[in-house]
């Protein structure tokens, strides 16, 4: 099945390289796989909205073998129950720091940084961004993130932006979407 | 009364035509009948945003005697709780593979495909644009679904898109909205 | 204190003197109280996002001695959680008809149809705005609609368009803000 | 690290000496900290959805030495869950008159009202927009809030507004990054 994607165009040929060599994508949660609105109830209760599309492109990843990890600064439980539900098995929560921890999946899983996509949207990413092969951030993201970002995406984040980033890999990769769908039905 | 409707236009004579043989509206649930939007809480329950406009656009079709089914690859019990508020009485969850439930459904209501409208948003949903008579799709949805559609909707999944469709049925079949509206008080 | 409102502008003269007439507000709440979502979770339970602005224009219209109901064809609970936190005393759910209920409502406060303002999105508001004083709809609503009405606002519902209706009632009726805040504080 | 900020222009210099002087930022809640959304559940429970950038925003003005309270005339006790998650002690509710206990806070902690910033969107924050050394509203605030306001946010409410008043503070302050970051974590 052709995606259709205009991932497919000359100029970005230098990002599909980049995107051709991963094996690992970590994501930042708020902002990212969410659009940044946390919800809070009058018993303290938090919620987060997800999205549909961002869940489908990280379950076609997983399927087609490719890791994913979420890495937050957030304790929040209801991240633990989306990742759940996704597959995700990496769940880093209470990261203040999210460079340690990154370094310590990287040598568990055995991938080099090069192999390594990271998308994040506030200051504490910087450091993922600046060492991840293929560095992405969302339009709304504070300058220094775009600066430091290989590639911004057009969807904004918790509206598909990850499936954006989903869909460049499977281009770059050649990734057949009927197949990997099969496998995950 | 007059809806008042874009599609009385002679452009959209075609898709008219397409209309006027729907029987049966199946409808995928995220980024159609919602935003795509999931909200998890730290309890891990789930919610979806449905649309008011929708909801009263599937009511006055099920009183005009056109079936509408909903087909979801989720499990969410909330889909549940919102169809039987609207009367949808056909529901069919954990639909990783569409097109199977929804032949079945075709035999047991006795339709042809041409009978039948799809609206839906993403990849899972390709087989069923292809398959039935009108095939619709929302803005945001991937470039092969919209070039798989008859008809993209100008409002957007979870605001409004399938009422827009319900409309298009409406202007179609020339159904009277105040004799319907009466039925259903 | 002077609210600096657009509505002091020559082309609304017609708009503030069927607007200095209004004794009661009617309001319809999905789509205008609202943004149209309902947010339904696992457990069945619904939920509606009311608007902070609105909120506010509603309570100085009440100290300013303006009657306010809400109609709605909904039955669900947050609405009457909702009105009561807001001073809302006129609350009629579940009505399918509305122009019976309003007719009643207007005979119990003894204003004629010209002291009446309504304000909805959808079809079966048609009958009251073609009955009010003041018929006020907003910029999604359907084209019926928008031409039944006086003034559609500028701003959608859900995210302040009670509000501006608030405003221009204030405006038509030289209703001064610092006095009524001071009242209802 | 530089954030890299549009306030460095020579347009903002004004504002920017303004800024310098905040010893002490308070903050009304819905419609600025929130988009103005307050959600009802049928059970009568409230909720509100804050924001992430503003919460990381607060967090390192805090960790600068900088003051943060907030006042608003809602009394929803999501408020004080959200406040207390980002160490934010002085939370005042049901303040239909914000002037006095902000003039009571002043004295507690022995700030001028040159040193004071307030940012706001409705009627009641105008006395602390008129008092304060740097008065802040949101782009769709009344006309009469912008014009009393130093400076109007170019983010919406409750999608980062309160984020970018603390990037300007950051920038006039000279407060750099990295080492509040590190004492924060």
Redesign the interface.
């Known amino acids: 099945?052709?995606?259709?994607?205009?991932f497919d165009a000359p100029e970005f040929a230098a990002l599909r390289e980049r995107a051709a060599r991963v094996r690992l994508l970590t994501c930042d949660v708020?902002?990212v796989l969410?659009d940044?609105?946390?919800?809070?109830?009058?018993?303290?209760?938090?919620?987060?909205?997800?999205?549909?599309?961002d869940?489908?492109g990280i379950k076609l990843l997983l399927r087609a073998g490719i890791e994913v990890a979420w890495i937050t600064g957030?304790h929040?439980?209801?991240?633990e129950?989306?990742a759940k539900m996704l597959g995700v098995k990496h769940i880093i929560r209470d990261a203040?720091?999210k460079i340690t921890p990154w370094r310590m999946l990287r040598q568990e899983l055995g991938f080099d940084a090069q192999s390594c996509a990271h998308i994040g949207?506030?200051?504490?990413d910087?450091p993922l961004l600046a060492a991840s092969g293929l560095a992405v951030t969302v339009p709304?993201a504070?300058?220094?993130l775009r600066?430091a970002a290989h590639y911004v995406t057009e969807t904004a984040g918790?509206?598909?932006a990850v499936r954006e980033l989903c869909?460049l890999i499977f281009v770059a990769q050649n990734i057949d979407?009927d197949a990997t769908?099969e496998k995950?039905?």
């Open positions: 099945m052709d995606i259709g994607s205009r708020d902002g969410t940044g609105r946390i919800y809070f109830n009058d018993e303290g209760i938090e919620s987060r909205a997800f999205h549909a599309s869940g489908l957030s929040a439980a209801a991240i129950h989306r203040l720091d949207d506030d200051l504490p910087l709304n504070p300058s220094t600066a918790g509206l598909g869909d979407f769908m995950s039905a």
